[in-house]
């Protein structure tokens, strides 16, 4: 016995529907003159799409075209609340922190200070890190050489990036001990043009000028306070700690990327330098 | 302005661990993902381009400050609607009387919105759109005015394919009925009555 096919009548408008979005050429007509037997349940669902789509298209181009004038202005607005909710809960750990003799290693931030704080290359306490990429790179040392990223809650986590391993957050917390007067950033001049390597030390905001990032007398205060917790709790938090900053701190750039795309090649996914680098 | 979101941030989830973590690209790329659907979502209930402005801001303010609390990061965008549902219904009630007025109004001069750059066919079709229940709105905005996939939308609002497809036709009906009731296009065309009878 032979059945007559079910027509979906959803499936039709659907299609219909689809099709408008897309911008192809479709009259109601068209499809009505399809499916003759279902023109009236057919008719309103169309129609109603019709005009919907058309209305949609309007409203869309409308209110994107009315965002786009204000939308720079909104996200300014919203970083800036952003940054001062971080900023309220630094200042208030260097409160606490100047008020001390100790204070324990709790939040990542402090990471950058204790690093900032230990004795470098030039076995000075308190010696300046240059370059953002550097600082990210012994951040990311600490934790994949030591076991200390693991005594706080959250550490930076580095996913693979343009530079091999990044995290961003990074940036925006030396953006905020800025603000709050914990660090300071030197800019540096180069005394002959800078090479490839020294370039990408600034990530790739280069604009032929270098920082040097340093301790304010405030942040000296709070990480002496850190590094007298870190020296009861265990001694070898602080030789850690320098030994990284001696090593890798100071290093030219090109090698400790070298040695990190090396021991560390699943940062290098995204690497847009690591052909240079290993060469 | 996040020229290119990083791979890791594909996900509203991770955005969300990140921001956390007091990532500030990771708000941004959040706030880049949804702030024409969360802007066009409030402009259709508000009608009003100033009001519209402040409650995305708020909208966003309150989600970013407030993420801690979001205990399940893969529900971000539900959140963020819900937030920007919240201070449409603030909004709302702090308007009560010029709302009852302008209802009033509404029905004495046919239902014409002063909407300037808008023609009157999406005019009226938002005051219809307006009309329609909850429900209806949100599977006619999904599908119609963001141009959702009805997979897409299944997923978005946990229906089944069926399902969507079903309110969607409900809610066409009651759009046109409605439309074509309140500008006066008289009833719906008969014309296929014979031909379903043969």
Known sequence: MKRSKKIDINQIVEDFTDKLIKGEKITIDEVLKKYPQERSKLRPLLEASEMLVKAGDEITAKTDKELAKFDNELWQK???????????????????????????????????????????????????????????????????????????KLYYEFVPYKLGPFDPAIYQDLKVLEIAGIIKRHPYKYKRPPSEAEKIDEGFGFNDESTIFTLTEEGMKYAQALARWCDKKDRKILEDFRRIKTTYGSAPLKKLLKYIYENYPEYTKESEVLEEILK | MVDKTPKYLDSDAECVKRALQKEVNAYQVLYERYKNRIYRYIWLKVDNKEDARDLTEQTFNKAFMKLAKLKEPTYFRQWLFKIANNEIKMYHRSQTSRIKTDSLDDAAQGKVMDNPGLSALSQSVIWTLQQLNKQEQEIIRYRLIEKKEIAEIAKITGKKIDAVKYLLRKARKRFIKIYKKNYNLGPEKKEGDKNEKV
């Open chain 1, 78 to 152: 919203l970083e800036k609340n952003i940054l001062t909710k971080n900023l309220k809960e630094v200042e208030k750990c260097k409160r606490v922190a100047l008020q001390r003799d100790m204070v324990e290693l709790k939040k990542r931030f402090e990471y950058i200070l204790l690093l900032l704080y230990v004795k470098g290359y030039h076995c000075r306490i308190g010696e300046g890190i240059r370059g953002i990429t550097r600082f990210i790179k012994s951040l990311f040392l600490i934790s994949k050489m030591t076991d200390y990223a693991k005594l706080i």
